[in-house]
């Protein structure tokens, strides 16, 4: 079972470049999350879905793109970097907060992305 | 809006002291509460987690929370700390009628030999 997998592990972009940082999850997790960590900030929601088709924004979306067209993949577009994307970006999934089966956010790796 | 507050952004201990990390949030409703811990270069991992019922909730490696409803408050607690805690320890709550799980700014827990 490999829970949540992200690629890649680390990126370098130039500014005005874009990437796709993805994610997966073989739980069949409803929901799934995308994180920023930076230093003394702890993590910030950039996007969360709740089921295939359906996104919303969290906290800090500006910047960033996602989708959900299925129930496993929930990539995460940067279309235009910025030096203020430089981050560490987690990606987690778990049941719905009500769902019997609910137990915790499961978290992937982590993408270490530095924009130059 | 929901927020998460932890107030002891770097905590300094020696091997044995006992430790207690404070965690408040801003809603009132009902709550699902959680302590992740990060250790260096790592993800996120569950330290405990409280849903319902008694409010003493104990978790991996000695450590337990205390869920105070009218104080706001999920507390993090270990009687005798160790090296290998340290690590980066997390706060986190999901509220009924949101689907979003909010976290704190976080705690840096170092631990001297």
């Known amino acids: 079972n490999a829970g949540v997998t992200q690629t890649p592990k680390f990126r370098i972009l130039k500014i005005g470049q874009s990437m796709t940082l993805q994610c997966t999850q073989d739980?069949?997790?409803?929901?799934m999350y995308w994180y920023r960590q930076d230093p003394g900030m702890g993590l910030k929601l950039i996007y969360y879905?709740?089921?295939?088709?359906?996104?919303d924004k969290g906290e800090v979306p500006n910047g960033y793109n996602v989708s959900r067209s299925t129930t496993e993949d929930f990539p995460l577009r940067l279309e235009l970097a910025a030096p203020s994307q430089t981050s560490v970006y987690f990606c987690?999934?778990?049941?719905?907060?009500?769902?019997?089966?609910?137990?915790?956010?499961?978290f992937g790796q982590g993408t270490r992305l530095t924009v130059v | 809006a929901q927020s998460v507050s932890q107030h002891n952004h770097h905590v300094i201990l020696s091997e044995a002291a006992s430790l207690e990390l404070g965690c408040n949030y801003s809603?009132?409703?009902?709550?699902?509460l959680f302590w992740y811990v990060q250790y260096p270069g790592q993800h996120l991992q569950l330290l405990l987690k409280y849903f319902s019922g008694d409010p003493l909730v104990k978790g991996i490696k000695g450590f337990e929370a205390e869920f105070i409803k009218s104080k706001f408050s999920f507390n993090l607690r270990k009687p005798s700390v160790q090296w290998s805690d340290t690590a980066e320890y997390f706060c986190a709550v999901n509220v009924e009628n949101t689907d979003k799980l909010i976290f704190g700014t976080g705690t840096r827990l170092q631990v001297f030999p």
């Open positions: 987690a999934s778990s049941y719905p907060r009500d769902s019997p089966l609910n137990t915790e956010a499961f």
């Open positions: 879905s709740v089921g295939a088709g359906i996104t």
């Open positions: 739980m069949n997790h409803n929901y």
């Open positions: 809603y009132g409703g009902t709550v699902n």
